[in-house]
């Protein structure tokens, strides 16, 4: 059965099909970009920044944190992709929690992800007016940049969607290009011996010093926060649904490159680098690209991988635009958010939601203007635990998807999960140890004390929006008709 098929078996209440052209969007990304954005969606500033401070808690035993967290992922993504090809929509996790889970966890979902995407715009466009200060050594303040970079994203989203895919693709290009550089350089220096390093250079820098659990296994786990929040933004994928070219053949395909890229890009990337330079040497707050080129005799690799994290924050801001205006007009045309969200433009954006969503990202430029030093440590607190939110929905709504499938209630998805409900369990397993940890940490520990107020406003809000409309189509279960 194909999924367009599938879409038709069933809907969510107040949304149509996938075939009405996305939900009125342009499907105009198409299979490059597609991969691209699930490529870039896996490597975030927290590899090339956050990976210096891991690697000083647990050592080599770190890549075994990226591999297991990898493979974690990978599941999460195959039920993503089992629900996406079940029923493809541009409102994503909020629909498949509004059918699966009830229409209160559809507006839970939604505008927790929507918040998290604001937060993480907020964070990356101040990560982003910091890394321009190494180039311009604060003679331009911090908060113009911040602003300028808003400003010329909002823009870019608005002309069109095939802009936000060309921008993605081509900020993901230079990640990748700047990961497969450092391993070819590595494996360089490792087999031919050039370079300054090659001195020291061995695969047995992975277990010479201590062991390959330098600092016990329990170091190892509390950096797993650390590991998961350089995965966020994974799921991204997701929400192209409704402006993909061919939803059926692009995202599987992208969805089924996880296990590689993850291969390469962390585990791949983290074994050469520390073969080349001893575990030992790298530190909280400095970047170990950075340290490994320095000690390769590379005087340019600070610039280098100052001008890639410059990119990578881009991206991440540049996606958070494109996901919060695309949840808000989902959100709306359920009924769990105003209608003036739904107004799209003639290219099929979302402009009020864009725009909305823009404006609170202006936060970010004040922040910046009052505080510049404290600025990025003041919203990204909140980012991790929301963004997990997405993972743990689409894990519950998948495994209640194949309850229903077994029961005939539903027809089967052609794009299976393998292992299910088994590997959607342990997955949720592993999420549950990550907020563990982040609870045992103390610096972490903040934004679990955000979640229950954020869960606090959702719910008060929910019930005042029921008060005023307990009729709506917001507060029908999914497969009822509303009067």
């Not at 039920?79 to 966890?105: K, N, Q, T």
């Not at 993480?120 to 940049?145: L, R």
Request: hydrophobic fraction near 50%; charged fraction near 10%.
């Amino acid at each position: 059965m194909t999924s367009a098929q599938v879409e038709q078996h069933h809907k969510a209440p107040g949304e149509g099909t996938g075939a009405e052209a996305g939900e009125g969007y342009h499907r105009t990304l198409g299979a490059r970009q597609i991969q691209m954005i699930a490529i870039g969606g896996a490597i975030g500033t927290g590899l090339f920044l956050g990976a210096g401070k891991a690697i000083s808690k647990a050592g080599p035993s770190l890549i075994l944190a990226y591999a297991i967290a990898g493979l974690a992922i990978f599941f999460i993504m195959r039920a993503l992709g089992e629900l996406l090809m079940y029923r493809p929509v541009s409102g994503s996790f909020s629909d498949y929690a509004r059918e699966f889970l009830g229409p209160f966890w559809g507006y839970a979902t939604g505008w927790t992800y929507w918040l998290f995407w604001v937060v993480t715009g907020i964070t990356e466009v101040t990560a982003a007016a910091k890394y321009m200060a190494y180039w311009t050594h604060d003679s331009f303040p911090q908060w113009a940049y911040a602003l300028i970079f808003t400003v010329i994203l909002y823009a870019a989203n608005l002309i069109s969607v095939k802009l936000f895919g060309e921008l993605e693709f081509w900020f993901s290009m230079i990640k990748v290009t700047a990961i497969v550089g450092m391993i070819l350089i590595c494996a360089g220096i490792l087999t031919i011996g050039f370079s300054d390093a090659a001195a020291g250079a061995s695969f047995s820098n992975l277990w010479n010093d201590r062991g390959f659990f330098p600092n016990g296994i329990g170091e190892t786990l509390m950096t797993l926060q650390i590991v998961v929040f350089a995965f966020l933004a994974v799921e991204l994928v997701g929400v192209t649904a409704g402006e993909s070219k061919d939803p059926e053949k692009t995202l599987p395909k992208a969805i089924n490159t996880v296990p590689w890229r993850i291969a390469v890009f962390y585990v791949g990337a983290l074994i050469m680098i520390m073969s080349v330079i001893p575990w030992s040497n790298f530190k909280a707050g400095e970047s170990p690209f950075v340290l490994a080129f320095e000690k390769m005799g590379l005087g340019i690799g600070a610039a280098i991988v100052n001008f890639v994290v410059l990119t990578a924050a881009l991206s991440s801001c540049n996606s958070g635009m494109y996901s919060t205006g695309r949840m808000l007009r989902d959100l709306a045309l359920n009924g769990q958010g105003p209608k003036f969200f739904t107004k799209l433009t003639k290219k099929g954006t979302p402009l009020v939601g864009t725009t909305f969503s823009a404006a609170l990202m202006l936060v970010g430029v004040w922040i910046n203007y009052v505080a510049p030093g404290k600025a990025f440590d003041y919203v990204v607190s909140f980012a991790t635990i929301s963004g997990m939110w997405a993972w743990i929905v689409i894990l519950v709504c998948q495994i209640r998807y194949r309850a229903k499938v077994q029961r005939g209630e539903l027809p089967a998805s052609p794009f299976r999960t393998p292992g299910a409900p088994w590997t959607s369990g342990l997955s949720l397993a592993f999420i549950g140890v990550v907020i563990v940890m982040m609870g045992a940490d103390a610096d972490a520990r903040v934004s679990l004390y955000c979640a229950p107020l954020w869960a606090l406003v959702l719910g008060v809000s929910y019930l005042v929006l029921k008060r005023r409309s307990p009729a709506g189509a917001a507060f029908a279960k999914a497969g009822s008709s509303t009067s």
